[in-house]
């Protein structure tokens, strides 16, 4: 049985934290693919908003926040599956990141703000995924046989 709440009076408001980090990370990807353009694919790269990044970074922060945008959109507990797993996927990516921060294998031009702020993403997905759930109000709530007094 999960554990997770369903038809959570604050959900709009959770859709709307995932929408912004969306669009933040569009934001930051489409500054970061001008302020990089004529520059290396993986170089070092530059400052933009405050966070290191490169060409590959910038073009992966447009694809992860296009795809939180229209998952936001269509909802249907798409924007859930979506920003729970981006949300992962943003996390691991930091931590990779971290883990090779002054290395020659920081094929995205981290700095240590720029894991700061992927954290802070993922971690912002995930919570809007735990918190984003409907469901029709007649399968919402506990399992049938705890409603009707019945255990196991």
Not at 7 to 34: C, D, E, K, Q, S
Not at 36 to 58: C, D, K, Y
Not at 115 to 124: K, S, W
Not at 126 to 138: D, H, R, V
Request: proline share 4%.
């Amino acid at each position: 049985m999960a554990h997770t709440p369903v038809n959570h009076p604050l959900r709009p408001i959770y859709r709307i934290v995932g929408f912004i980090t969306g669009a933040y990370l569009v934001v930051f990807g489409v500054l970061g693919l001008i302020q990089t353009s004529g520059e290396a694919f993986t170089g070092p790269g530059v400052r933009v908003i405050g966070q290191g990044s490169n060409m590959l970074w910038s073009i992966i922060s447009i694809a992860v926040g296009g795809i939180v945008l229209l998952a936001t959109a269509i909802g249907r507990n798409a924007d859930v599956e979506a920003d729970k797993y981006l949300g992962w996927g943003l996390l691991v990516l930091g931590t990779y990141a971290m883990a090779v921060l002054r290395t020659d294998a920081n094929f995205f031009g981290f700095t240590m703000s720029t894991v700061i702020v992927t954290y802070i993403a993922g971690l912002l997905l995930i919570t809007t995924s735990l918190y984003s759930k409907s469901a029709p109000q007649s399968q919402a709530g506990a399992p049938r046989q705890v409603r009707e007094g019945r255990t196991a």
